[in-house]
């Protein structure tokens, strides 16, 4: 057994313990004939038997009263066969699955049956003589070449068969009691979540909620009561505090605070001018605070004319102690670290004062319990002082900062508006005449026929609905002339325009005549602030959207090119409705929301498991840099030095891609420098090995060497800096540490389409789904990020252990028949073999069709396959990453659905 696995067993024991699942097990048996055997002993009780199993040998076990279920192959479908379902799918009764493994074999279970037999010839064998000894027993009806095939391998079909049969005599013990359905052990197996850190499984336990109402909770409503309360604390001790309410800058609007300590016990401050001014009163500058999340408290305070109080922030500490955490919650960091949940503040408006009372001072409780761990950690790792002297000190700041606001001149940028609005006429006017027509600068279509048809200029691509006017092109038109130029420096202004001119007015609050935010403290795992007004637009991949609609792994545009996006975080309650599809794809959006099914438009909230969904889907936005991010390759030099590539090009950007796939560098005995760049090729890739030795002569001067191996065909280079260049843009080193050059995520289309096109060219393949396959599961999540770019969904799954112990080699597969067309039309292949291939498989829909139609499935029948996307995708610290998620574009009219 595999070291590997023999680890996992004692945690699998836990975890059928923790389940409070009955486990039978016999040394020296299968698990099969563990199976037959519990079947038979319970053969003469009045019981219906399934057994959930993907072997189909078990299918011999089929009876009147028993039967078994099925998960089929990668699609999930569940089938549940009887002896009727056995029939129809086998052609055979169940008893005689044996017979039929025995003659056509199964390599699942090592079970060779005979060779140049496959199913059909087994199922009509056993149709014409029952079982395999009647089929020897008449072995002179079989004709011809099958005879002599069955006669030579007698022996082993009759072993076969005998491996087949599954054993019901298996010496265990057995007690029916012992197999009634059983409430799990919810703490141990908490314990057990938490000790693998499996923090989704943790969040589909049952809360172990703390009861909100189990110690007697003290209303202060005036200020003499607070003051009261205060009095029985010991006077140099904090006090723990939580809130309910909205939190939106200038002022948050607060239901009510809670409050902790343990000699005073719980209180509940509620809401009204008294009680408000009494709080801010009564705490003044002393009273040092413990809050989750203390800004709106600190904010809150400072409106009633309070000087902020110290304060200890344990969000603050949570993300000094995980950066890499998305958000920090209350209930979620409590249950992970103490074992139990402090009740939520779901409905809190809804609330009656006495629950509200009630949960906010269990809630405060809770936060006292954080923070003493919190405190320990941040001791024990080394935090203290970086909490202390930087994170701590800068909540009271940013409290201050949203408070006053930002101001804006808006005669000046009503001005500046103006301004805009006359360069865009005059743009319009010049680019009117320079057409010779007026049209609609903002119909690619229209622009299309003025550039390409009238015009005459040279067009690169072309969609599936015409001309490719997007800004990649247009930026190599403008070389040769003047239009295209204008057009960009149209949508440059309009955009400026529409995204800041005329939407920052609307964000302005009327009573204070600025523009209030909030600085998130707790995103950047760099530590860097983050600013996120909600409605403000953002440059995506995805094309220009709302930034509450951006999510970890999209890209956003910068002024140093696109960035990712590492986290996120959003202010407020917002009902979402969360779509899923059967392609994989989840859409989330509001309840009225408008979506396209049956022919009609219907509202989320109204659809039904079952319907179909009409998808369209759009490219996002593209860089504009060829640079490097690479080093000098100085390093490298030698006096034979050839000329090297200072940016990026197609040719370059083909090379790397194959070469990241079906190619190495390999490093010198002597120095250890990078030396040689071989590339491999298939016996019939000889077009292929023609091109890219073409290539590497026009990059870098330097005709290659074609040798013949054992294995394979391959082109050599040899080059010290050749090589260095290579190996710095990221494609030398082992197959599982190749990652895709940072540069390519701010490259222009044709550039990101040329390495796509190379990588996979070199590990990709083409049957009813294009896919291509790597070691790095990194690498793929990456090409998966290039091919969101395009609009174009996929998905990173791992495969299954190779038995030769080398590295699990993962798949990424194209999404969709839509998909499949786009791939071909804006990325394809380079040797013709494999354009053809792409060719001859036609999507199942018409050419025309330019969407998915796919249908919601039951949320109970995405259990198993999300299981199997998150097993795949895991980190070895029990995440799963954002790239796992199939992402696909949104309708370009429909700005408010996040599809994820």
């Known amino acids: 057994m595999p070291a590997d696995l023999a680890q996992q067993l004692p945690y699998v024991r836990r975890l059928f313990e923790a389940l409070r699942t009955p486990v039978v097990e016999a040394p020296g048996f299968e698990a099969d004939d563990v199976l037959g055997t519990l079947v038979a002993r319970v053969a003469d009780r009045d019981l219906e038997v399934v057994i959930v199993t993907g072997d189909k040998d078990l299918l011999q076990l089929v009876s009147p009263r028993v039967s078994v279920l099925s998960v089929v192959g990668r699609s ?14 086998w052609g055979v009764d169940p008893a005689q699955i044996p017979d039929v493994l025995a003659l056509m074999g199964d390599s699942i279970d090592n079970i060779p049956g005979v060779p140049g037999v496959g199913e059909k010839t087994a199922v009509k064998l056993l149709a014409q003589f029952g079982t395999v000894d009647r089929l020897y027993e008449n072995l002179a009806l079989v004709p011809g070449k099958l005879r002599e095939t069955l006669a030579a391998h007698r022996k082993q079909a009759l072993l076969s068969r005998e491996l087949a049969t599954v054993s019901r005599q298996v010496p265990i013990d057995f007690d029916l009691e012992a197999f009634r359905l059983r409430e799990p052990d919810w703490p141990r197996l908490r314990a057990l979540w938490m000790e693998m850190e499996f923090t989704r499984l943790l969040k589909e336990l049952p809360a172990q909620t703390v009861e909100a109402g189990r110690e007697p909770v003290a209303t202060l409503a005036t200020e003499g009561a607070l003051r009261d309360y205060l009095s029985r604390l010991p006077p140099a001790e904090p006090l723990a505090v939580d809130w309910a309410g909205e939190s939106r800058p200038p002022e948050p609007e607060l239901q009510g605070l809670g409050l902790f300590h343990p000699e005073a016990g719980g209180a509940f401050v509620p809401q009204g001018p008294e009680a408000a001014d009494a709080i801010g009163r009564a705490l003044g500058a002393t009273r040092e605070l413990i809050v989750h999340d203390a800004k709106p408290v600190l904010a809150w305070l400072l409106a009633r004319g309070a000087g902020p109080p110290p304060v200890e922030d344990s969000a603050v500490a949570a993300y000094l102690l995980n950066p890499a955490r998305q958000s920090y919650p209350l209930e979620q960091l409590c249950l992970e670290t103490l074992g139990e949940s402090p009740p939520d503040l779901a409905g809190a408006a809804t609330l009656g004062a006495t629950e509200l009372g009630a949960r906010l001072a269990a809630r405060a409780r809770a936060v006292w319990r954080y923070w003493a761990y919190a405190a320990g950690e941040l001791d024990a790792l080394g935090l203290r002082s970086i909490y202390a002297e930087i994170e701590r000190p800068l909540v009271p700041v940013l409290a201050r900062m949203e408070r006053a606001g930002i101001r ?35 119909s690619p279509k229209q622009l299309a026929h003025v550039l390409f048809e009238k015009l005459k200029l040279p067009a690169s691509r072309r969609t599936k609905t015409g001309y490719s006017t997007d800004a990649d092109v247009l930026t190599e038109l403008a070389i040769g ?77 910068t002024a140093l090119g696109l960035r990712e996006v590492l986290a996120f975080e959003a202010t407020g309650p917002k009902r979402v409705v969360a779509i899923h599809l059967s392609s994989g794809t989840v859409i989330r959006c509001s309840e009225d929301h408008k979506l396209r099914s049956s022919g009609e438009w219907r509202r989320a909230r109204g659809l039904q498991i079952g319907d179909p969904l009409y998808m369209s889907f759009r490219s996002g936005l593209f860089g504009e840099s060829r640079s490097f991010e690479v080093g000098r390759t100085a390093a490298y030099w030698t006096r034979k030095s050839p000329r090297l590539p200072g940016e990026w090009s197609v040719e370059l950007a083909e090379l790397v891609g194959y070469m990241m796939a079906d190619g190495h560098i390999a490093r010198s005995t002597y120095n250890g420098k990078p030396a040689k760049l ?28 074609r040798r013949v191996t ?73 090409v998966h990020h290039l091919l969101t770019m395009f609009g174009i969904p996929s998905v990173v799954r791992k495969g299954t252990p190779d038995p030769r112990g080398y590295a699990p080699r993962y798949t990424l597969f194209v999404v969709g028949d839509r998909s499949k067309r786009a791939f071909g039309e804006r990325i394809n292949f380079i040797s013709g073999r494999k354009r053809a291939q792409l060719a001859q ?57 996040t599809i994820t």
């Open 76 to 89: 999930g479908e569940r089938v549940h066969y009887d002896a009727a379902k056995v029939r129809e799918r």
């Open 408 to 442: 804006v001149d808006v005669e000046r940028l009503e001005g500046f508006a103006k301004e805009l609005e006359r360069n865009l006429d005059l743009l319009t006017r010049e680019i009117h005449r320079m057409a010779g027509e007026p049209f609609t600068i903002g």
């Open 481 to 557: 002339h003047e239009l295209p130029a204008k057009i960009l420096e149209y949508r440059t202004l309009s955009k400026l325009k529409s995204t800041y001119a005329d939407a920052l007015p609307g964000l302005i609050n009327p009573v204070t005549g600025r523009i209030h935010t909030r600085f998130n403290q707790l995103v950047a795992s760099t530590g860097r602030l983050s600013c996120l007004p909600a409605g403000t637009l953002v440059d995506t991949q995805r094309g220009l959207i709302g930034i509450e609609e951006v999510r970890p792994g999209d890209y956003v545009r």
């Open 678 to 705: 071989v590339l491999a090729f298939g016996w019939d890739e000889e077009e292929l090995q023609h091109y890219f030795a073409a290539i590497i002569v026009k990059l870098f001067g330097k005709a290659p060497t």
């Open 710 to 782: 054992r294995t394979c065909p391959v082109l050599e280079v040899s080059g010290v800096d050749i090589c260095g260049l290579l190996e710095r843009l990221g494609a030398g080193g082992p197959s599982r540490s190749i990652r895709v050059p940072s540069s390519l995520f701010r490259a222009p289309e044709s550039i990101v389409a040329a390495f796509l096109r190379g990588y996979f060219e070199g590990d990709g393949c083409v049957t009813e789904r294009v896919s291509v396959r790597s070691v790095s599961r990194l690498m793929l999540e990456a």
């Open 841 to 897: 498989r036609p999507s199942a829909r018409s050419s025309k069709s330019g969407a998915e139609i796919v249908c919601i499935p039951d949320p109970t029948d995405l259990i198993e396959t999300r299981t199997a996307l998150y097993d795949a995708c895991r980190t070895p610290a029990g995440k799963v990453p954002p790239a796992m998620y199939v992402f696909i574009n949104k309708y370009a009219t429909a700005r408010t659905t």
